[in-house]
């Protein structure tokens, strides 16, 4: 059974910075599908960014776009997502999730595509 564990959470200053982990364990990490959602109070799941597990391209939502950075480290089995010039809007619980297969690229931003996910970590930005 796959198991994720998000961490890296917590509150920060509009425009600072904070980087989120995802450990993975119990599925082949190098090859399966990433990403990260998250979801605010009263709004849907928003995609953030996905990257592939055998070529390692990335993905990215447009509202983070030129801001956040998703990354992975095959040796430590876990997936990161760097977050720079952070806005209030950005605060929301952030999830991580794996798929498998190679869905092609057009689906990796919807939440349906991964079947395991974790139990999310909390993002504050905010003075």
């Known amino acids: 059974q796959v198991q994720l564990l998000e961490s890296g959470g917590g509150l920060v200053q509009p425009g600072g910075s904070l980087r989120l982990s995802c450990a993975v364990s119990?599925?082949?990490?190098?090859?399966?599908?990433l990403a990260w959602f998250r979801q605010s109070p009263g709004k849907e799941r928003e995609f953030v960014a996905a990257?592939?597990?055998?070529?390692?391209?990335?993905y990215y939502g447009n509202s983070v776009k030129g801001r956040f950075t998703v990354s992975k480290d095959n040796g430590k089995n876990t997936m990161y997502l760097q977050m720079n010039m952070l806005k209030p809007e950005d605060t929301a619980v952030y999830y991580c999730?794996?798929?498998?297969?190679?869905?092609?690229?057009?689906?990796?931003?919807?939440?349906?595509?991964?079947?395991?996910w974790g139990q999310g970590t909390q993002v504050t930005v905010s003075f």
């Open positions: 999730a794996a798929g498998s297969g190679s869905p092609i690229s057009s689906v990796l931003r919807y939440a349906s595509t991964y079947t395991s």
């Open positions: 119990g599925r082949s990490f190098s090859t399966a599908p």
């Open positions: 990257i592939r597990g055998n070529t390692g391209m990335t």
